[in-house]
């Protein structure tokens, strides 16, 4: 731990916990407690930001008082925790809307290259097919969020309901929606890209009512990952997320099951869907998309798009959420791929996880982490623990 300044990861707080403990973040994936601590030592981490040089602490800390070799024993069980990380290059740092992102990332990431995750948007390409308000919160998003390349698909017009979600405007009503969201889109994210014949990296696909057959099977032939976002009157479905040549279920899948549990649901189905963009075909108009629905469907579906494009297994392959109105709180399914589809390969090796916490130990002596069973703290060397759920501030 010489030579290389190392600091917290960006994000993390040290907090007064007791007169002899301080506990280190919040979240309790991976906050922790440094207890049986000195008042010195406890003046010490009071001090610690993520400013903080920790290689430095242990001489600054002898300074106040303290004994330096548990102060670098503590920062040596910080490392262990996973807490700690090397001050990133300078180039690869981040700053403006994404610098938040990129100390969530810097937390989530096993190797705390949050500034790697969001840097490595600017190559994606993301295809937004539905261009309402759900559709539209969810291109602004990812172009705030730092994705190179938006596709956008719809070949309707701004109508005043699709100002509910806030992404379209008044002043865009009567203009074609692909063109009014560029505008949106080039106001959040001037460097984003909105044309060009890229292959998308995966394709978010919002319907009405109930997601298209077709399109989900063309999806899963040309092997594009892709995002299903239903939106219906009350309610609204994201997901599942479906990566084909993986064992994720795929739409076909969820149909066959629905059929098996109501056998007139292909009929239902097709009655749905059909002539959906047949202008002659769609009777009253539509009232559109209740605008904070649209708002929870577009962060839930930019934020799965973000997890895979982090190289993660996003929660919603073979689940959806099920968001419904008043609340719009999601509700889980989880979803198998149907034995008559055939769409299945075995699971995929190779992607990354976030940190779900859970490396408790049980030792008591210095240096080491271990679960918290109570609010309480035990007399002895000076430690760490693991700041489980009930104890998060
Ligand atoms: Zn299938």
Redesign the pocket.
Known sequence: MTGTPFRLRPGLRVLARDVDAVQVGQDPRWAVVLDSLTPAEVATWARVDEATDLTALPAAAQHAGADPARVRELVGALHAAGLVRPDPPRARLVRGPTAADAAAWSLLRADAAGEDVVRSRADAVVGVVGLGPTGAGTARLLAAAGVGTLLLDDDGTVRSPDVAGGAHRWSDVGAPRPTALRRVLRDVAPDVRVDGDAEPDVVVVVEPDAADPARGALLTASGVPHLSVVVRAADALVGPFVRPGTAD??L??LDLHRADADTAWPRVLAGTTAGRDDASRRGAPRPGEVGVLAAACAALASAQVLALLAGTVPLLCGTTAEIALPDVVPRLRPWT??PD?G??APPAAGTATVRTGGTAGTSGTAGTVAAATTGTTTPGPARTRHAGPGVGV
């Open positions: 279920p795929c076909r899948c791929p149907h589809c769409c299945a």
